[in-house]
């Protein structure tokens, strides 16, 4: 697919390829506490499909993970285990990427 080319990605926003032109990466970390919305953040904005790092939550880290109030959410059972990472087009020089950091205090030396 060329540069010109675009298609819709899995949330429905048009992916764009990058260009020839587009020489200044910015880039976010979004960071804060366990189940507070960061993987949801990176797969509302990206123009690309996001990758997730999700896995299912086990046993293993009870005791280790904060889970409390988290309840309100529908019984989460994911988590983020690494980073998520998505992208968006700001012009055709400033290309944005956006990285999702874990929530679990265990993983805070990552922010």
Not at 39 to 52: D, F, H, K
Not at 72 to 97: E, M, Q
């Amino acid at each position: 697919m060329d540069s010109a080319t675009s298609e819709r990605s899995a949330t429905g926003a048009t992916r764009r390829e990058l260009t020839a032109t587009a020489d200044n990466g910015l880039k976010i970390v979004v960071v804060g506490g366990f189940g507070v919305g960061k993987t949801t953040l990176v797969r509302s904005v990206s123009e690309i499909r996001p990758l997730n790092t999700e896995e299912t939550m086990t046993q293993a880290g009870q005791g280790i993970d904060e889970t409390g109030g988290l309840e309100g959410l529908g019984g989460k059972t994911s988590t983020t285990v690494a980073f998520d990472f998505g992208r968006i087009t700001l012009d055709a020089h400033n290309i944005l990427y956006l990285f999702g950091a874990p929530g679990q205090e265990r993983f805070w030396f990552l922010w």
